[in-house]
């Protein structure tokens, strides 16, 4: 086990600068997730640690040992890609020990090394098959097999789990949660898919166009975003956003949409009178009910899943969406009184996009 440290990277291809100057400290033992949308510079920052692709500019260290030039081979550190990228004339033994022979490794070290990882991953059994004889989630195990018997430092993932179904995805993001305690590894993995980061990581760290927005402890990032882009990004269903302009009325504060519709907001609420702002409420802090601060939302669509109900409508011009767990039986076109949780409320001023505190 290692820390990674990144110090000041940067990363151009050619012209275009897609990695601005990064600064990120992976702790030693910890599970990170890089998340963020396609083309952010999750992937590229990965490969870099990994050494498969060069850093223009700035460090980064494993275990304390600046690593720019040191071949991929020489990091110790393990990569598992979203292809598997198995060899498909090889049997899963041969797969998973193939690292290792090429390290001139003796056959009784492979041997045990080999079998302490198919136990890990319940592969046993499949030692004998090859690659076409297996599921994909098979196939994900073996991968991550392949990595476990090298013992590395570092454990790299690279949207491992992005061509599998929505039952094994969840079977998978369990399995490799459940792996890194057992290893007690560090382990850096990357997706776009913040359920995957919610549910996985002991920190996410959460990437835009080359920069890290913000980076935390995933309920801590769920419940303090620093800004408008990670209050969209983080959460299932997405943060309501809804833009206004601060006002105060009969000693309380409220923002008031530009078509009118008045949001209320705790006394002690940020923000200064007649600044723009944007007013955040996530969808499972809408409660029903009448009286003081309620609002009245026109339901359009009603989407249950069986454990929630998805409730999508309109508030003046702007579409909300609130989640129930209680079954309601709400009609498209009716009128529905809901009242927001005042203590979970976010405002973000509307010029900066910054979080007020």
């Known amino acids: 086990m290692a820390s990674v440290e990144v110090r000041k990277v940067h990363k151009r291809f050619g012209s275009v600068e897609v990695i601005h100057g990064i600064d990120a400290t992976i702790e030693d033992g910890s599970f990170v997730v890089l998340l963020g949308p396609s083309g952010c510079g999750k992937s590229t920052l990965l490969r870099m640690i990994a050494g498969l692709e060069e850093i223009t500019q700035g460090d980064i260290s494993i275990g304390g040992r600046v690593v720019n030039n040191v071949p991929p081979k020489d990091r110790d550190i393990a990569m598992v890609f979203q292809n598997y990228a198995l060899y498909p004339h090889m049997k899963v033994f041969d797969n998973m020990a193939f690292s290792l022979k090429l390290a001139k490794v003796d056959q009784a070290t492979i041997q045990e090394k080999v079998k302490r990882a198919a136990g890990i991953l319940n592969l046993g059994e ?23 018997v090298r013992d590395p430092q570092v454990f790299l993932f690279d949207e491992p789990l992005s061509n599998l179904d929505a039952k094994l995805r969840v079977q998978m993001r369990t399995e490799i949660k459940a792996l890194h305690q057992r290893l007690t590894s560090t382990s850096i993995y990357v997706t776009h898919d913040q359920i995957e980061a919610m549910t996985m990581a002991d920190k996410i760290v959460v990437m835009r166009d080359g920069h890290i927005e913000q980076s935390g402890a995933p309920l801590q990032v769920y419940d303090k975003p620093n800004n408008l882009f990670v209050a969209g990004f983080i959460g299932s269903p997405a943060m309501n956003l809804l833009a206004g302009t601060l006002k105060s009325k009969s000693g309380a504060r409220r923002v008031e949409t530009d078509d009118g519709v008045a949001l209320p907001l705790p006394a002690n609420a940020p923000g200064s009178e007649g600044q723009r702002v944007v007013y955040g409420v ?38 909300v969406q609130a989640a129930f767990r209680d079954r309601f039986a709400f009609k498209p076109g009716q009128r529905v009184p809901m009242t927001p949780l005042l203590d979970k409320i976010h405002l973000f001023d509307a010029g900066s996009g910054q979080r007020l505190t």
Not at 127 to 141: A, C, I, K, T, V
Not at 284 to 293: F, R, W
Request: without cysteine.
């Open 126 to 148: 499949y030692l004998d098959r090859y690659p076409r004889q297996l599921s994909g989630g098979q196939r994900q195990r073996v991968a991550m097999g392949r990595a476990i």
């Open 282 to 319: 996530r969808p499972d802090h809408l409660s029903m009910g009448n009286g003081a601060g309620g609002l009245d939302i026109e339901v359009s669509v009603i989407e249950p899943t069986g454990a929630e109900t998805l409730v999508v409508g309109r508030l003046g011009m702007a579409e």
